[in-house]
């Protein structure tokens, strides 16, 4: 079992650069894919991004490339999206995810096997 908290969301201006932080605790932190989500009122939860145990590969979604990175510190138990540039239309809940039970890492959220309890960001323009 896993436990994730999401924090570091809030009201950010334009062009901002928030870091979110995702604190795992309940097993051991580098068994787990982590992934980032968001959701916006009126729509589907979307992948931000994800990285695998060891930090080697990252993957993210069209609409953050360039604009967003995923790390993780294994040793802290912590993933993190650091943001920037943001734009009102990154406004969304973001989410944390764990994904044990797959041989690769995932952008699917169905295969996520754990998450947090989501952080709200808005960007104000």
């Known amino acids: 079992q896993v436990q994730l908290v999401e924090s570091g969301g809030g009201l950010v201006q334009a062009g901002g650069s928030p870091r979110l932080s995702c604190a795992a605790s309940?097993?051991?932190?580098?068994?787990?894919?982590m992934g980032w989500f968001r959701q916006a009122p009126g729509k589907e939860r979307e992948f931000v991004a994800a990285i695998s145990r060891s930090g080697g590969s990252t993957y993210y979604g069209d609409s953050v490339k360039g604009r967003f990175t995923i790390s993780r510190d294994n040793t802290k138990n912590t993933a993190y999206l650091q943001m920037n540039s943001l734009k009102p239309e990154d406004t969304a809940v973001y989410y944390c995810a764990a994904a044990y039970s797959v041989t690769r890492v995932t952008v699917t959220a169905t295969q996520y096997d754990y998450w947090g309890q989501g952080t709200q960001v808005t960007v104000s323009s």
């Open positions: 309940g097993r051991t932190f580098s068994s787990y894919d």
